[in-house]
């Protein structure tokens, strides 16, 4: 069973500060996905990466894929209180494209005015 | 345009009631997936449907079946709900059955089992 996991669980910063989320695994993905949830709400796609090493950039949010494809990170430039929310990372299954995700356990945030 | 949809958004059950948990999509996407979400542990697939006509199980598919009813629906089942299945579910549909494609997810169902 690939695994992902997630650092850290829980985030509580000030506004302006700048902040990094690790997703890590053993196993090889061949595309990793961030959501971003809102209380109350599904899970909303920010980026989908899938070449080892590729980096994306959404506004004050960047998004690395790692050389081997078995890690990612998220990091937040200068948070604002609208970024507050629940992170979740999810990776493809590498053996076939059975459109199946393996999430990890999602990293919550919130950010303080 | 309502996207995915799910009904209904609160049910609580007793020990041993069933129920069906409906899902909508409008997008004309083949592929479609159940997720329950527990606290500190993601969502986790339960059942997902590439096509009309089949479905497949996930990773927690114990105690649970699906019916993929046409292309727009697509139905969770709990025969016999029991206090482990406490849990917020989601829907999701997405256009194909490959990893890089974006899942649109619906807006949950919380259901307590008493």
Same mark, same amino acid.
Request: glycine letters at 8%; charged letters at 15%; a neutral charge.
């Given at each position: 069973?690939?695994?992902?996991?997630?650092?850290?669980?829980?985030?509580?910063?000030?506004?302006g500060?700048?902040?990094?989320v690790?997703?890590?695994?053993?196993?090889?993905?061949s595309?990793?996905q961030?959501y971003?949830?809102e209380? &109350?709400?599904g899970?909303?796609?920010?980026?989908?990466?899938?070449?080892?090493?590729?980096?994306k950039?959404?506004?004050?949010?960047?998004f690395?894929?790692?050389?081997?494809?078995?890690?990612s990170?998220?990091?937040?430039t200068?948070a604002?209180p609208?970024?507050? &929310?629940?992170?979740?990372?999810?990776?493809?299954?590498?053996?076939?494209?059975?459109?199946?995700?393996?999430?990890?356990?999602?990293?919550?945030?919130q950010?303080k005015p | 345009?309502?996207g *995915?949809t799910?009904?209904p958004?609160?049910?609580?059950l007793?020990?041993?009631?069933?129920?069906?948990?409906q899902?909508?999509?409008?997008?004309n996407?083949?592929?479609?997936?159940?997720?329950?979400?527990d606290?500190?542990m993601?969502?986790?697939?339960?059942?997902?449907?590439?096509?009309?006509?089949?479905?497949?199980?996930?990773e *927690?598919?114990n105690g649970y079946?699906?019916s993929r009813?046409?292309?727009?629906?697509f139905?969770?089942?709990l025969?016999?709900?029991?206090?482990s299945?406490?849990?917020?579910?989601?829907?999701?549909?997405?256009?194909?059955?490959?990893?890089?494609?974006?899942?649109?997810?619906?807006?949950?169902?919380?259901?307590?089992?008493?």
């Open positions: 069973t690939q695994l992902l996991e997630q650092s850290p669980q829980f985030l509580s910063i000030q506004e500060e700048n902040l990094t690790y997703c890590n695994s053993s196993s090889v993905f595309s990793l961030w971003r949830q209380p &109350g709400e899970p909303v796609l920010l980026v989908t990466v899938v070449t080892g090493g590729e980096v950039k959404l506004k004050r949010l960047t690395q894929f790692g050389d081997a494809r078995k890690d990170s998220l990091h937040i200068a604002q609208g970024d507050t &929310g629940l992170y979740l990372c999810a990776g493809a299954q590498s053996s076939s494209n059975t459109g199946k995700l393996i999430f990890g356990q999602g990293t919550t945030l950010v | 345009n309502a *995915v799910q009904t958004k609160f049910q609580v007793k020990t041993g009631q069933s129920m069906t948990l899902c909508a999509q409008d997008m996407h083949n592929s479609m997936y159940w997720y329950r979400q606290p500190g993601g969502l986790r697939l339960i059942y997902y449907s590439a096509s009309e006509g089949t479905t497949d199980k996930g *927690v598919p079946n699906v009813l046409n292309k727009r629906e139905s969770l089942r025969e016999s709900a029991a206090p299945q406490t849990s917020v579910y989601f829907c999701a549909s997405s256009e194909a059955l490959w990893d890089s494609y974006e899942q649109y997810f619906g807006p949950g169902t919380r259901l307590t089992v008493t």
